[in-house]
């Protein structure tokens, strides 16, 4: 396949793993993705041409920077010995015991490649092992060693990994000249790659001091730095790329927090977009072509006459328990030396296994192995490719799927896990929840913004007059829309449903009223028995669509609502061409009459209710009248919208909303009803807001 329709395909799955993510929440979307790719090349025989280095180059370079950026400095600094130790000694140890274990249980598979095999599937995925971590309400020892370990594991197993393969490709391998090799290509890349990101810095202050402030060129100028820094330390210094570009970011990010003002802070806010849609992707990409490479390393391994498909099977199970049992004992062993040391508590051995299931594998295990040559330096095949990509990638579905069907059950807490390269609005969510979980007093975002919304509405009220009635109604009808969508999202289910009953409930006084205005405009001869009939057939018609949404057994596949969606279509049709029996004067007329009449019925409705003391939903029924009148003011005025004047008044009415918004969080942080987290992401969205309104107004 072309490397364009390649490139597009990929994308195209990833995006699509992720909506169908969105409906199937238990499963993580890594296992989605895979199973896309796998569906794609059994239909389709797609192929991806593969090529070792650009592929390290674009996959793990960036991949590792990021996890560098987010390195967590001060929870895991007093880790260190414990966490370099797991990220290090472990991965060696995993590499050594664990390769001669997969070699003994699999003889077919040589030592050196069994090795490399072990090496490579020693790196967990970060996010995953921290979202499991916290879910699973691990001690924080323990939560807080699994997590510093799998930001490091990546640049040890792929070292290890690099050497075992260099190992099988050349025939060669020594003790001491891999030991000496291994210090000078860590060393070395440490040095190098923190001496480049300085170089990297400076010449950025410096041409910033220059003038150019670009806030495009600078976040250009950032996203290349991982590739800039792997390539110059492995075809300059022939270090290690990958050590180099993990101290590389953990550099960025110190030099980053070391300035308490920002003289860009735009450039923040654009760097960390850009950043998550990277990881999004090339996280994605991984999966996906694990999924189309499956076909091909089954194919390979399953049909060969030495071994049995079920053989294959029993080798992934093996090498998974070998990881895993090498994993738990290396926790017990840690633990029970801090009780000899610091006279703490030993942790379980359920603590120790929910932290080895924690490990799952990612991208990094995947990118690494797809890297594999191949041929050798002879010429000849690389031995059992095929078998090892098999093992690799059946761990790694072995251990997501392990992770996703044991984890609930063993923490007796439902709970789905996040992946390298989740949706970020995924990994707020659940941050979100966690904090719910910690003080119920917080409101949570959707609550939180709701609350910002109804200050915009009440903000837009006491600025509307009559000269700007059209712009404050379409702004605070689009407000009460995006509030209803928080709604519905937020609200269990019965209260979802109490609401909508309430709300079709009003809907429908509404609509009486808007039939008795029929009604006597028909009395009064306003209207005559055709057109009575043709109003009412509307009212009648906009009714049973409203009663099938409100319905949620109804679903948007049902034959009740594509027939309404074909009569609807229809009709838009027959205006568009003209088939209506009533001219638009008296149209115009009967729109803004029923409309008084409905905003009249509603109004009556409350003043019985308040005299009778029955609860009614007031927001409901003002969303209605707010779209009643709406209707009115645009009938009154329909071709205001393209005036200058009333897009300024639209402007000066949003700039009162997003002021009442933020004089909002400060209230709300006053009074300790939301976290930090959740004021910084609510500042951010009235910050969005503000922008993409000068945007728009920019545009005109």
């Not at 508590?345 to 990094?364: E, K, P, T, Y």
């Amino acid at each position: 396949m072309p490397i364009l329709e390649a490139i597009i395909l990929l994308i195209v799955l990833v995006l699509l793993s992720n909506v169908c993510s969105h409906y199937i929440k238990k499963i993580p979307v890594s296992l989605i993705q895979i199973a896309l790719g796998l569906l794609v090349a059994l239909i389709f025989a797609v192929k991806i041409p593969l090529e070792t280095d650009w592929f390290l180059l674009l996959f793990i370079a960036p991949l590792l920077f990021n996890d560098g950026r987010k390195f967590p400095k001060q929870e895991l600094w007093k880790l260190r010995g414990p966490i370099f130790a797991n990220a290090i000694i472990l991965v060696f140890v995993t590499a050594i015991v664990g390769g001669y274990l997969i070699y003994l249980f699999v003889p077919r598979i040589p030592l050196p490649v069994a090795i490399a095999l072990a090496a490579i599937l020693s790196p967990t995925d970060p996010v995953a092992v921290q979202s499991i971590a916290k879910r699973a309400k691990l001690d924080d020892n323990i939560l807080h060693l699994v997590s510093g370990e799998s930001l490091i594991n990546d640049a040890s197993g792929l070292i290890g990994f690099k050497y075992a393969v260099a190992a099988v490709t050349t025939g060669y391998f020594s003790l001491t000249q891999a030991a000496g090799d291994f210090l000078y290509t860590a060393g070395i890349g440490l040095i190098a790659g923190v001496a480049v990101m300085f170089v990297i810095q400076l010449v950025r202050d410096f041409l910033r001091n220059q003038g150019i402030n670009d806030v495009i060129f600078n976040v250009a100028y950032k996203i290349m730095t991982p590739f800039v820094v792997y390539l110059v330390v492995e075809e300059l210094f022939h270090a290690s790329g990958v050590i180099a570009v993990v101290s590389a970011g953990i550099v960025s990010n110190t030099y980053s927090n070391t300035q308490v003002l920002e003289e860009m802070p735009e450039l923040l806010l654009v760097t960390e977009k850009t950043w998550d849609i990277i990881v999004y992707l090339l996280n994605g990409i991984v999966f996906v072509i694990l999924g189309i490479e499956l076909p091909i390393a089954m194919t390979d391994s399953l049909e060969s006459g030495d071994i049995s498909n079920w053989t294959a099977f029993l080798d992934v199970i093996i090498a998974w328990l070998v990881l895993l049992s090498i994993r738990v004992i290396w926790i017990l062993i840690y633990e029970s030396y801090r009780k000899l040391k610091d006279h703490q508590h030993v942790v379980s051995v359920r603590s120790a296994f929910l932290a080895g299931i924690s490990g799952v594998r990612g991208a990094i295990t995947m990118a690494g192995v797809l890297s594999v040559p191949l041929l050798m330096e002879n010429g000849k095949a690389f031995p059992e490719r095929s078998l090892m990509l098999f093992i690799a990638a059946g761990v790694i579905i072995l251990s997501l799927l392990v992770a996703a069907i044991l984890l609930p059950l063993i923490s007796q807490a439902d709970f789905s896990f996040l992946t390298r390269g989740s949706d970020p609005e995924q990994e707020d969510l659940e941050e979100e929840e966690q904090e719910e979980d910690t003080d119920q007093r917080y409101l949570t975002d959707s609550e939180a913004k709701y609350f910002l919304m109804q200050l915009a509405v009440q903000a837009i009220e006491e600025h509307r007059r009559e000269e700007n009635q059209q712009a404050a109604y379409d702004l605070m009808l689009s407000y009460q829309l995006l509030m209803r969508r928080l709604q519905l999202k937020s609200q269990p289910d019965d209260v979802l449903h109490k609401l909508l009953a309430q709300e079709m409930a009003l809907r429908q006084v509404a609509f009486e009223g808007e039939r008795d205005a029929l009604i006597k405009m028909l009395e009064k001869k306003f209207i005559n028995t055709d057109e009575y009939y043709e109003a009412l057939k509307h009212i009648d018609q906009l009714e049973k669509r409203l009663a099938h949404e409100f319905n949620a057994k109804d679903r948007w596949w049902s034959i009740k609502r594509l027939y309404l969606w074909g009569h609807n279509l229809v009709g838009l049709v027959k205006w568009w061409l003209g088939y209506n029996n009533i001219n638009s004067v008296k149209q115009k007329r009967i729109d803004i009459e029923t409309a008084k009449a409905a905003i009249n019925a509603l109004s009556k409705h409350v003043a019985v209710a308040a005299k009778n003391d029955e609860e009614v939903n007031r927001q409901a029924i003002y969303h209605l009248i707010v779209s009643y009148r709406n209707r009115i003011e645009r009938i009154k005025h329909p071709k205001q919208k393209k005036q200058e004047v009333y897009q300024q008044q639209l402007e000066g009415l949003r700039v009162a909303a997003l002021a009442a918004q933020r004089n909002g969080i400060l209230q709300l942080v006053g009074q300790q009803r939301i976290t930090k987290m959740t004021a910084q992401r609510l500042r951010t969205y009235v910050n969005y807001s503000e922008n993409e309104m000068l945007l728009v107004s920019e545009d005109e």
